[in-house]
């Protein structure tokens, strides 16, 4: 979370103090970013990879055209890495020249406080993401594909999600303009959406509704909007630190893979498995490059993501928990979000006084950040446990996130058979 600062919010008086700006000495105020946290990158990348193709080659036996698909998207999602990896230095001097940069708050009082932090880099993420899945179509769908129609109209949700995000970065749109935004993004998904709209009635329950499965019609549309609308905006205001936003869809994304590689290699349904690996060519490509944003956006954030990241991660995570048909899955996945919003919903629904920055306060003397009364999940957890830093506290954010996850696999596993 940054309080952002336009070059054009410059005043008069401070214009004509200023002397003629030369390419060098423009140079000198606007010093290159840090370069990215390679390591911390490659040792995680290193230890998923093991558990991902052990499951992928040794563990379930699948099919090998679905592994070719799979393998040739992740191919397309690694040089996806390196090439945002690439681009974000060079993105960050335009978005600098534009007066797209802020100030970290969680560092006021300090020399880090002062510097200018490049700006809505997840605009870089987005375009990658874009090209390698459009690049995709070429190897694993042909003309006649009946999943060519949905692939398409959900990149054009998320296309449209980017563009809105990155508006919305520009022209700092109300927070309940925000909560629109995804409704507007996600009507190419809706309209092009030709798959079922029954649920399976949870086992417990037949004898009360009478069925086993129930067509919900339009209110399954309904509901496939909603689940857009909260997947985008949990992720934008579960925020504030730096590395949170990113890594929250890490671990997501991780759990994503997991949990579609798990239904693929349990299944015998081949339309059940198509579904998941389409799921998993959306999700290797988000992924790669959120991987690669995080190599600059974690402690302490050579560049911001912006409300274009958090709305484009949001959306490609709704999309494919909707066409992958594990919309129930994917909001246990959410849990941390869930409760963030139910903490943030007194303040959101105007109950109680929202600031425009909901954030801990920062102690410069200590370099420890302080919980606040504000409804957010950042600031109930330094309630209950205490100061804590900045790196601290999103490490431990995370490993809830990453705990959530794995309580979602354990009730899978003890409900099978019972529940559905």
């Given at each position: 979370?940054?309080?952002?600062?336009?070059?054009s919010?410059?005043t008069?008086?401070?214009?004509?103090?200023s002397?003629?700006?030369?390419?060098?000495t423009?140079?000198?105020?606007?010093?290159?970013?840090?370069?990215?946290k390679?390591g911390?990158?490659?040792?995680?990348?290193?230890?998923?990879?093991?558990?991902?193709?052990?499951?992928?080659?040794?563990?379930?036996?699948?099919?090998?055209?679905?592994?070719?698909?799979?393998?040739?998207?992740?191919?397309?999602?690694?040089?996806?890495?390196?090439?945002?990896?690439?681009?974000?230095?060079?993105?960050?001097?335009y978005v600098?020249?534009?007066?797209?940069?802020g100030?970290?708050?969680n560092?006021?009082?300090?020399?880090?406080?002062?510097?200018?932090?490049p700006?809505?880099?997840?605009?870089?993420?987005?375009?990658?993401?874009?090209?390698?899945?459009?690049l995709?179509?070429?190897?694993?769908?042909?003309?006649?594909?009946?999943?060519?129609?949905?692939?398409?109209?959900?990149?054009?949700?998320?296309?449209?999600?980017?563009?809105?995000?990155?508006?919305?970065?520009?022209?700092?749109?109300?927070?309940?303009?925000?909560?629109?935004l995804?409704?507007?993004?996600?009507?190419?998904?809706?309209?092009?959406?030709?798959?079922?709209?029954?649920?399976?009635?949870?086992?417990?329950?037949?004898?009360y509704?009478?069925?086993?499965?129930?067509?919900?019609?339009?209110?399954?549309?309904?509901?496939?909007?909603?689940?857009?609308?909260?997947?985008?905006?949990?992720?934008?205001?579960?925020?504030?630190?730096?590395?949170?936003?990113?890594?929250?869809?890490?671990?997501?994304?991780?759990?994503?893979?997991?949990?579609?590689l798990?239904?693929?290699?349990?299944?015998?349904?081949?339309?059940?498995?198509?579904?998941h690996?389409?799921?998993?060519?959306l999700?290797?490509?988000?992924?790669?490059?959120?991987?690669?944003?995080?190599?600059?956006?974690?402690?302490?954030s050579?560049?911001?993501?912006?409300?274009?990241?958090?709305?484009?991660?949001?959306?490609?995570?709704?999309?494919?928990?909707?066409?992958?048909?594990?919309?129930?899955?994917?909001?246990?996945?959410?849990?941390?979000?869930?409760?963030?919003?139910?903490?943030?919903?007194?303040?959101?629904?105007?109950?109680?006084?929202?600031p425009?920055?909901?954030?801990?306060?920062?102690?410069?003397?200590?370099?420890l950040?302080?919980?606040?009364?504000?409804?957010?999940?950042?600031?109930?957890?330094?309630?209950?446990?205490?100061?804590?830093?900045?790196?601290?506290?999103c490490?431990?954010?995370?490993?809830?996130?990453?705990?959530?996850?794995?309580?979602?696999?354990?009730?899978?596993?003890?409900?099978?058979?019972?529940?559905?």
């Open positions: 979370m940054a309080a952002r600062k336009r070059a919010a410059t008069a008086t401070d214009t004509k103090q002397p003629p700006q030369t390419q060098e423009t140079s000198q105020i606007e010093p290159p970013i840090a370069p990215p390679k911390l990158i490659f040792i995680f990348c290193g230890f998923f990879s093991i558990a991902y193709f052990y499951l992928l080659f040794q563990h379930y036996k699948i099919e090998q055209d679905l592994k070719r698909s799979i393998l040739i998207n992740a191919s397309l999602s690694v040089s996806g890495f390196f090439l945002t990896q690439r681009m974000i230095p060079v993105a960050s001097r600098l020249k534009r007066g797209l940069f100030f970290d708050i560092k006021k009082g300090t020399p880090q406080g002062t510097v200018k932090v700006e809505s880099l997840g605009i870089v993420v987005g375009i990658v993401f874009l090209v390698l899945t459009i995709f179509q070429y190897f694993n769908f042909t003309a006649d594909s009946n999943w060519l129609v949905e692939y398409n109209a959900a990149l054009a949700s998320i296309c449209f999600m980017i563009l809105l995000g990155f508006i919305d970065d520009v022209l700092d749109v109300p927070w309940r303009v925000k909560l629109l995804p409704s507007i993004a996600a009507l190419p998904l809706l309209m092009a959406y030709a798959g079922h709209t029954t649920i399976i009635i949870p086992k417990p329950l037949v004898s509704v009478g069925q086993e499965v129930l067509d919900l019609g339009w209110v399954y549309k309904l509901y496939m909007g909603l689940l857009a609308v909260f997947c985008t905006n949990s992720i934008n205001i579960h925020a504030g630190l730096n590395g949170l936003e990113v890594g929250q869809t890490v671990v997501i994304a991780l759990a994503i893979l997991i949990h579609n798990m239904q693929i290699g349990a299944s015998s349904d081949p339309e059940y498995k198509q579904a690996a389409f799921s998993i060519y999700v290797q490509p988000l992924l790669a490059t959120s991987l690669a944003l995080l190599s600059y956006n974690w402690y302490p050579s560049v911001f993501v912006g409300d274009t990241y958090t709305y484009f991660a949001g959306m490609t995570m709704a999309v494919v928990g909707i066409l992958g048909h594990y919309s129930e899955t994917l909001l246990i996945f959410f849990l941390p979000q869930v409760l963030n919003f139910l903490l943030s919903l007194p303040q959101l629904s105007g109950y109680v006084k929202c425009r920055h909901r954030l801990p306060r920062f102690n410069p003397e200590t370099g950040l302080i919980g606040t009364r504000d409804g957010t999940l950042v600031n109930f957890y330094l309630r209950i446990f205490g100061p804590k830093s900045e790196k601290s506290l490490a431990h954010l995370l490993l809830v996130q990453a705990l959530g996850c794995c309580f979602c696999f354990m009730l899978r596993y003890f409900l099978a058979g019972w529940y559905k």
